[in-house]
């Protein structure tokens, strides 16, 4: 997608979110003429900081992600590990885990975040705000455990697990252990 954008002022900030569109479907093939062009690259851009310790591609090819909430201590995240080992997971978080340091903020799902299009969304101790929502709208399958039934996540999901994380993660751990993610939660 090409965009022109005019900015007025000193100012200019430019935010891209990866995912947020569908994907478009490929045009048939043509032959297109090519030219190469001798472009000298402009110096108004420059790269201040890189972060290269996340691999900002995995999320968009996870096919299972899991969503941590607030209500999954940092310390306790090696509790996922088997569940994230059966089904070749991603971790993601809300903004309230990655303000903290715990995730990096390449992991963050939502409006100030990113949006992802898995075909499984686990979302684990997270209250499911509107902010959070945004980035998982398009996950075919969302599954949420919380131990508030009144969570606002149980109205988004389809499958909800009213329960401890700790005590359904070990249990989807025991029963998943042969099955594929995607068979376990598998809608019409
Ligand atoms: C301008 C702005 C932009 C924002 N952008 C984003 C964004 O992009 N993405 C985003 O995620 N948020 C964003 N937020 C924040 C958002 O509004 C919410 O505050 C945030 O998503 C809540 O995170 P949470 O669900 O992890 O935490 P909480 O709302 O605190 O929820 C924690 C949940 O864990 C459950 N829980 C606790 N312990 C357990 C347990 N043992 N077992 C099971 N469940 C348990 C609780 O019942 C609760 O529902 C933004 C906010 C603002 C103001």
Known sequence: ????????????????????????TARPRSSLPVRVLDVVAEAGIRILR???AYDH?????ADVVIGLGAGVPADAYGELDGLRGQWGAELAAT?????????A????????GRSVAPR???AIAVSGSRDHLVGVERARTIVAINHDPEAPIFQHCDFGLV???REAVRALTTRGASRPAGDMFARS
């Open 1 to 24: 997608m090409l965009a022109d954008i005019t900015a007025h002022g000193q100012v200019r900030i430019a935010i891209v979110q990866t995912g947020s569109l569908p994907l478009p």
């Open 50 to 52: 890189t972060h290269p």
């Open 57 to 61: 591609d995995a999320l968009d090819r």
């Open 95 to 103: 903004r309230k885990v990655t303000d903290t340091g715990a995730l």
């Open 105 to 112: 903020h390449g992991r963050q799902l939502g409006v100030t």
């Open 120 to 122: 499984l969304y686990l």
């Open 163 to 165: 329960a401890d994380w």
